[in-house]
């Protein structure tokens, strides 16, 4: 194959954030001190099967130090490895979209202003965007990019009810519509492995994000996390995960099927060490990752290789 994304057999996050920044762009992630509908009693109080105590913003700074605080406590947390001078604004614990609209104003507004903030990213649900949110996230995407990361995890409706995720398909794709239409790009979040998904229901999630509208993907292995109540079903009845060259090949299966044109935010997934109960081999992020690259490499895997319309 000819490489299209420098050494990578994929369209990386890092390689777009280069070719359209010009540098290197670090992450911030960052609390907005939300909660979701999942936790609050709107829809349930147990949260996603899957989901943390921490909302999936473990690595999220503290809740109680402001927007700006929190920018700068990130910034000092990667001086060591920054090359250059940009970051994104990710607001990353629990829905961060399920606040009044006065409140989501105050701390966008407050990140997208920062002078070292490039990008606002936002982690949210699809059915926690309304009109007024989606007229602020309009106004906030003229003055910076703004991303709007969305979970879907699975098509599949037995998977998505097993998983309490909440919401129906529909929603989701309205959800993306109504983003586009404002020309805010679309991120979603997917979950390879989850209990009862065979290959071919991964690959359909994989066909039918080919279908829609979306400009990035994050592939994210299932980790079982203690403290959820995934974690109680897997003690009580463990059920099979995949060892790491396993879940390379259906990575690779799945990247294949994938649009060239969409970027890759993600491809494993790293949970805190303190919470992992499985699978453990995901902890060493860089050999995961460079083992990754090689098996690729050998196997002339490439994002796109099967894609067809």
């Not at 280069?18 to 147990?46: A, H, V």
């Not at 037995?158 to 586009?180: H, M, N, S």
């Amino acid at each position: 194959m000819t490489v299209r994304w420098d050494e990578k057999r994929y369209y990386s996050l890092d390689y777009y954030l280069k070719k359209t920044y010009g540098e290197k762009i670090y992450k911030i992630s960052l609390n907005g001190g939300m909660t979701c509908p999942n936790r609050d009693g709107t829809l349930g109080r147990r949260g996603c099967i899957f989901c943390s105590a921490g909302g999936s913003g473990d690595f999220a700074e503290a809740p109680a130090l402001s927007i700006t605080e929190q920018i700068e406590h990130g910034k000092a947390r990667v001086a060591g490895k920054q090359t250059g001078t940009s970051y994104i604004a990710y607001f990353q614990a629990y829905t961060n979209t399920f606040a009044p609209v006065e409140y989501l104003r105050q701390i966008f507004t407050e990140a997208i202003l920062h002078p070292d903030i490039r990008i606002l990213s936002i982690a949210t649900r699809p059915d926690c965007l309304d009109s007024e949110i989606l007229d602020l996230l309009s106004e906030l995407n003229q003055i910076k990019p703004v991303w709007i990361e969305l979970g879907l995890q699975t098509i599949h409706p037995d998977t998505a009810l097993y998983i309490r995720r909440g919401y129906d398909l529909p929603v989701f794709e309205q959800a993306v519509k109504e983003l586009r239409a404002r020309n805010i790009e679309v991120i979603v979040h997917t979950i390879l492995c989850l209990p009862g998904e065979s290959t071919k229901d991964m690959l359909d999630t994989m066909h039918y994000l080919n279908t829609q509208d979306i400009q990035g993907v994050k592939l994210q292995l299932l980790h079982i996390l203690k403290g959820t109540d995934l974690a109680d079903a897997y003690l009580s009845h463990p059920f099979e995960l995949p060892e790491m060259e396993e879940y390379f090949e259906l990575l690779g299966r799945c990247l294949e099927e994938l649009r060239p044109d969409i970027v890759i935010h993600r491809l494993t997934g790293d949970g805190p060490k303190s919470l992992l109960l499985a699978p453990l081999w995901t902890a060493n992020k860089r050999q995961v990752l460079n083992t990754m690259q090689a098996y690729f490499k050998a196997h002339d895997i490439w994002q796109g290789k099967e894609f067809s319309l």
